[in-house]
């Protein structure tokens, strides 16, 4: 079956408040693996975010979860595909900082620490993907973004997320993966 993006992004806001995990990446891979999620796409973005917010709540952030879903829904619905090599900038890593400015509270006019801890988080996990290069990549760039995040709002603010498995699991169905270039692949027996 054939999903619209706001088909998905209903789907994914569904699925990912069913998750009572603290790890990120448990639940973003948990949606990853649903049929109305493809290998790479623009449903990452809002995916990502809300793998992050739903994480975050239930390590203790406070926040109205409902709230800040349908808040970054509004926001990563604008973003196009292929944002990565059109734009620099990935998708996943714009949906974490704006579930970040979400969670704080910030905008464009903020002068306060949050405006510069935004920044700061996203302009490392941008490094980590220029290191690591492309071509894309919407599974190995969630795992960096996702996991840079979780250490991030540890050391930042004390809400302890948690990382498992970061093996990647979809190396098979990416016709381009980089296979031992990707910190996240796993060679299969």
């Known amino acids: ?18 998750f009572d995990s603290k790890d990120p ?4 891979k948990g949606l990853m693996h649903r049929e109305y999620v493809n290998i790479h796409g623009p449903e990452h973005h809002f995916l990502d975010g809300v ?11 406070k926040l109205d ?11 990563t619905v604008k973003m196009p595909g292929a944002m990565c090599g059109l734009w620099g900038i ?17 905008g464009p006019l903020s002068d306060d620490r949050f405006y510069k801890d935004h920044m700061e988080y996203t302009s490392s996990v941008l490094h980590d993907m ?19 995040a979780s250490e991030f709002v540890k050391d930042k603010y004390g809400v302890e997320m ?12 990416n016709v381009q993966c980089i296979k031992e270039r990707c910190p996240f692949y796993k060679k299969r027996a």
């Open 90 to 106: 990935c998708g996943s890593v714009a949906a974490v900082g704006a579930a970040l400015s979400i969670i704080h509270e910030t």
């Open 1 to 18: 079956m054939e999903y619209t993006l706001e088909q998905k992004y209903e789907l994914i806001s569904q699925d990912a408040l069913m």
């Open 65 to 75: 979860i409902a709230d800040a879903v349908k808040k970054l829904k509004e926001r």
């Open 51 to 61: 793998a992050f917010l739903v994480a975050y709540k239930n390590a203790g952030g």
């Open 25 to 28: 990446i448990d639940i973003v």
């Open 130 to 148: 220029s290191v690591v290069g492309g071509p894309r990549c919407c599974k190995r760039n969630a795992f960096l973004s996702l996991t840079r």
């Open 162 to 173: 948690v990382c498992g498995n970061t093996d990647c699991e979809f190396s098979d169905r």
